[in-house]
């Protein structure tokens, strides 16, 4: 019911998607002059090899041996099948799911913060800014600049500062600084947008600084691929040909580009994005060129966006509350080459319940959307009777987001 790569399987090279989209990416614009954005522009906020990364079309990039060696801390990770979910649910679907919380942070993101951590050390910066939601890309970014000796300075969307001081107190462990976002108004919930204008001001203001973001960029989903990589060779390990459908829950995009980018060129694996109803912004948003911040201080992206001063709700799942949404993803949605679902926040967490009384570990609340996703899906093919092979990436652990299970179990949540 579990497969375990052995550590010399890790992928020796990123996938890169570009090459494989059914519609070309649109440049991203200069905020003010509305031209495509050349690599002189992102040069103070960027190393050199990621801004490389980001224009790439070569179908490959290699991973520096320095990198693999510190993804070995937790990689390659499993590929469990969730078989008391299925009978649970009585369907003949099979589940899969690729374990991405078994990493120090305890989700997907530091596939990514530790290959941006290592460029930014070899290009000679000394201390990285970034925003952070829930705080898990924080956590991420934290550890990273840990083992490379680097400085991390954590803008926190302020309504998880408030609710959420676990997460703070774990990227202080790793050596962390972080603060409320916005910082010149205390008395705003924030936003994920709003963060990543005070981090980007924080980065372009100082030479020894670079900024870093933790989605929505063609570079992070790119470093995000190892995870899809890894789990077609456990689908194969387990004796499936291939998914039928693979599904992610989706804030900027990462893990679900993660573990869906591999299977693009595969026309006959079905791709699925579940965002939450209150963030709607593949399933409501338009197709349009938005800034990626509140201020209007990044570049313009091609994205389905919800308008960059849009203030979601302050729903548990602080990883998906993103106004916009990463062009890769926003490409393969209008291509019609991935399908996307929203849900509401209590059918969420009925999901996830379900999943912890059943499967045992307890997913985060971003994870749990697209649990939601998998049982509705699991429980179609048991009205047509069809032995669906459906693989999930279970991004995060829900440990340190025990009090939304508490509003849950004492029925306070938000429904909506
Ligand atoms: C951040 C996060 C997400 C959402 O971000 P993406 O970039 O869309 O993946 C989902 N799950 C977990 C556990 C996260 O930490």
């Known amino acids: 019911m579990r497969w375990n790569l052995p550590a010399d399987h890790l992928p020796e090279a990123w996938f890169n998607v570009a090459p494989h989209l059914p519609e070309p990416l649109q440049p991203p614009l200069h905020p003010a002059t509305r031209q495509p954005v050349g690599p002189d522009d992102l040069a103070p ?4 090899a990621l801004i490389g990364q980001e224009v790439s079309t070569d179908p490959w990039v290699d991973i520096p041996g320095e990198v693999l060696d510190v993804l070995r801390l937790w990689r390659p ?3 469990v099948r969730a078989e008391r979910l299925e009978q649970a649910l009585g369907t003949p679907a099979r589940i899969y799911y690729k374990d ?31 925003e952070t939601g829930a705080g898990q890309w924080g956590s991420a970014l934290s550890f990273a600049s840990a083992l490379y000796g680097l400085e991390c300075k954590v ?8 609710q959420k001081p676990y997460r703070r107190l774990l990227m202080e462990v790793w050596g962390g600084e972080v603060v409320p976002s916005p910082i010149d108004d205390p008395t705003h919930p924030g936003s994920l947008g709003a963060a990543i204008s005070d981090a980007v001001r924080d980065a372009a203001g100082r030479d020894d600084s670079h900024y870093s973001l933790g989605s929505v960029l063609n570079h992070v989903l790119l470093h995000q691929t190892v995870i899809g990589l890894e789990a077609r060779e456990q689908l194969t390990l387990a004796g499936e040909e291939r998914p039928d459908i693979v599904i992610g ?15 693009v060129p595969d026309e006959r694996v079905e791709l699925l994005a579940v965002e939450p109803s209150s963030c709607p912004t593949l399933t409501a948003g338009h197709f349009d060129y938005d800034f990626g911040d509140v201020a209007g201080m990044t570049p313009l992206l091609p994205m389905y966006t919800l308008g960059h001063d849009f203030v979601p709700p302050s729903i548990h799942a602080g990883g998906l509350r993103y106004h916009g949404d990463s062009p890769i993803i926003s490409s393969l949605v209008h291509s019609k080459r991935m399908q996307a679902v929203a849900y509401p926040q209590g059918k969420v967490f009925d999901a996830a319940v379900q999943f912890a009384r059943t499967q045992g570990t307890v997913p985060a609340p971003e994870t749990s959307h697209a649990i939601r996703a998998v049982i509705d899906t699991a429980l179609a093919a048991k009205e047509t009777g069809e032995e669906k092979v459906i693989l999930f990436n279970y991004s995060g652990h829900g440990l340190l987001d025990l009090s939304a299970y508490d509003a849950y179990l004492r029925g306070q949540l938000d429904q909506f």
């Open 77 to 79: 990770t499993p590929l």
């Open 155 to 162: 803008y926190m969307v302020r309504a998880s500062y408030d």
């Open 249 to 263: 829950s989706c804030g900027g995009g990462s893990n679900l580009g993660g573990i869906a980018l591999p299977f």
């Open 100 to 130: 991405e919380s078994v990493s120090p942070a305890g989700s997907h993101k530091p596939n990514t913060a530790v290959p941006q951590a290592f460029y930014n050390k070899q290009e000679g910066i000394t201390r990285l800014a970034t």
């Open 45 to 48: 906020l960027f190393p050199m």
